[in-house]
């Protein structure tokens, strides 16, 4: 992997641990020469990734659109920055600059972001590896959801199991390297895309 698109908050959190783990991920990105593709704001959890990466000789690709360049605080630091027009603009450039995708702690736009790229793979639309960095539990109740959902056959196992999770950066890092693809929609073998 060459890049990494990362989703998260424009608030830190209430847990000091939020911050450390993105702090962590950020360095072991920048270390492994991988660059971060964010949603380019220097606020919240977003700005701490952002600025993990540089501080560690990495490089840090921001997105964002015109509209949201004041409210979420535009990092002037970053080696290069996108601008878009609208979030779906957004949305799109962070797909066609990252490999994989992670999701730290965050709001309906992370949430937003990560299950776009979720619906993508379980469409067949892409087989790139798509990660929750669960920190503090943040993502417990999500993850059991899911889970649920597998029960309730309204979610096939093959497609709950597009996405990994960990606490830990390094063992999610292990696990989005690790990462095989290996549902395929049945309507693409059938040839009816």
């Known amino acids: 992997m060459k890049s990494i698109g990362v989703y998260c908050g424009a608030n830190a959190g209430d847990n000091p641990l939020f911050t450390q783990k993105a702090q962590e991920l950020g360095a ?99 087989q790139r590896p798509i990660g929750f960095l669960n920190t503090a539990g943040f993502y417990d109740s999500l993850l059991s959801f899911l889970d649920h959902a597998v029960e309730t056959d309204f979610l096939k196992q093959a497609n709950r199991d597009l996405l990994v999770d960990s606490a830990d950066p390094a063992d999610l890092m292990e696990k989005l390297r690790n990462y095989q693809a290996t549902y395929v929609p049945k309507w693409i073998n059938e040839g009816e895309r």
């Open 28 to 126: 072991m990105l920048a270390k492994e020469s991988i660059t971060l593709v964010y949603g380019g704001g220097k606020v919240g959890l977003m700005g701490v990734i952002a600025d993990a990466v540089l501080e560690n000789g990495g490089e840090v690709i921001g997105v964002i659109p015109h509209f949201l360049s004041h409210k979420e605080i535009e990092h002037t630091g970053v080696t290069q920055m996108h601008y878009t027009e609208t979030m779906h603009e957004r949305k799109m450039k962070m797909y066609d600059l990252a490999e994989a995708f992670i999701a730290m702690p965050g709001g309906f736009g992370t949430l937003d972001e990560v299950f776009e790229m979720a619906t993508w793979s379980q469409l067949g639309l892409h």
